[in-house]
């Protein structure tokens, strides 16, 4: 009978306190699927996709239902962004992104990354592609900030600073962690 008190106690409890109750574990459709691309030979690309879920979904990316290849040009960022330096012909395929939970796995739509053969359009201007955004994050966790440029002759360097004192943690494209 005393195996049972502390069930019941508990029990009642939870029923009481509903704001108590933890979180089941979810994973909503995403928000964000990736977009098509077109590149030359030599640019660079960028997929993004946005979900949520509980716990937090961790995002990988495939291309024509494989995972991507493990190489430094193709950077997968922890906010559902994959860039791919240095194009070239082979890298043309459908990507998608996989975002996976202990409640399921989800599959965004699929993105069409063409590489074009040509000489791409003359850029002599640097093109900030994908600007830097504010992030809200939890004290003690990363936060992950990206920068893209493209254009110009050499190509450009990213460099990162707060509060005026330089930042060393940057990846090749421009991301910060």
Not at 21 to 46: I, K, T, Y
Request: glycine letters at 8%; one cysteine or more; aromatic letters at 6%.
């Amino acid at each position: 009978l005393s195996l049972f008190l502390p069930l019941s106690c508990c029990l009642s409890l939870y029923l009481y306190l509903p704001h108590l109750s933890p979180s089941l574990p979810a994973l909503s459709r995403f928000h964000q699927d990736p977009e098509a691309q077109v590149v030359p030979v030599g640019g660079a690309s960028r997929f993004e996709c946005q979900i949520d879920g509980v716990p937090t979904p961790r995002i990988t990316w495939e291309k024509d239902q494989e995972p991507i290849p493990s190489q430094p040009r193709f950077i997968s960022l922890p906010n559902g962004v994959l860039q791919i330096l240095g194009a070239v012909r082979e890298d043309g395929g459908a990507y998608r992104c996989v975002a996976s939970n202990y409640a399921r796995k989800r599959f965004s739509q699929d993105a069409i990354l063409t590489v074009t053969t040509g000489p791409g359009p003359a850029q002599s201007e640097v093109v900030i592609v994908a600007p830097p955004q504010n992030a809200t994050v939890v004290q003690g966790r990363p936060a992950v900030m990206e920068c893209m440029a493209q254009g110009g002759q050499p190509k450009p360097l990213v460099s990162w600073s707060r509060q005026g004192k330089t930042l060393s943690q940057s990846l090749p494209s421009g991301a910060a962690v």
